[in-house]
């Protein structure tokens, strides 16, 4: 199985981190990583990433996920146009996921137009013009057969939903998102 993310110049490292590690270490995926040119990308946290191949060197035949990390870069009007890409990817069946601002190319693209799904907020999507506003979900990840959303505060939920998506979700998974999330579990009373 084989798993590809995309990065951007300025990509938020935390949304897909866990998300890799797990999918790699636990389950065996091939992980790979691509960028708009096949050039280094460094990340908001100073990360620097060096890619395994350029977008437009991605083959949607061979892969059984495709993963678009967020960040500041599809904000921009110059932001890589991956209409055709995640076009061909649904038309193969692939799992697609967009987290953070990266839902944004997913709307674009006309994916979100019938699904359910989820961002940074609802207000983030409006600026694409896209038709799918009455499906936006407001919650922490959305998966709708095997297109995924999350905004970038729940990388968590997006890597279940990935995984799930990809039919991975056992005890295993179950008990590392439990490790997570207990982090947010409040355990005394606050002052």
Request: proline residues 4%; glycine residues 8%; aromatic residues 6%.
């Amino acid at each position: 199985m084989k798993m590809i993310t995309i990065l951007t110049e300025e990509y938020a490292d935390w949304e897909t981190a866990l998300l890799n590690a797990v999918a790699r270490s636990y389950y065996g995926v091939e992980t790979a990583f691509a960028t708009p040119q096949g050039q280094p990308v460094t990340s908001s946290g100073g990360l620097h990433v060096r890619a395994d191949m350029a977008i437009s060197e991605i083959d949607v035949s061979k892969i059984h996920a495709l993963v678009l990390n967020g960040g500041t870069a599809w904000s921009k009007p110059d932001s890589p146009d991956l209409a055709d890409l995640l076009q061909r990817a649904r038309q193969e069946d692939r799992v697609i996921a967009g987290i953070c601002d990266a839902t944004k190319a997913m709307a674009r693209a006309g994916l979100l137009d019938r699904h359910r799904h989820t961002s940074n907020s609802r207000e983030t999507l409006l600026e694409t013009e896209y038709a799918g506003a009455a499906l936006y979900q407001d919650q922490a990840g959305v998966r709708d057969g095997r297109l995924v959303t999350a905004p970038g505060t729940a990388p968590v939920s997006f890597m279940t939903e990935i995984l799930t998506a990809l039919g991975l979700h056992d005890s295993d998974l179950d008990y590392y998102v439990g490790l997570h999330a207990a982090e947010h579990a409040r355990t005394t009373e606050p002052a």
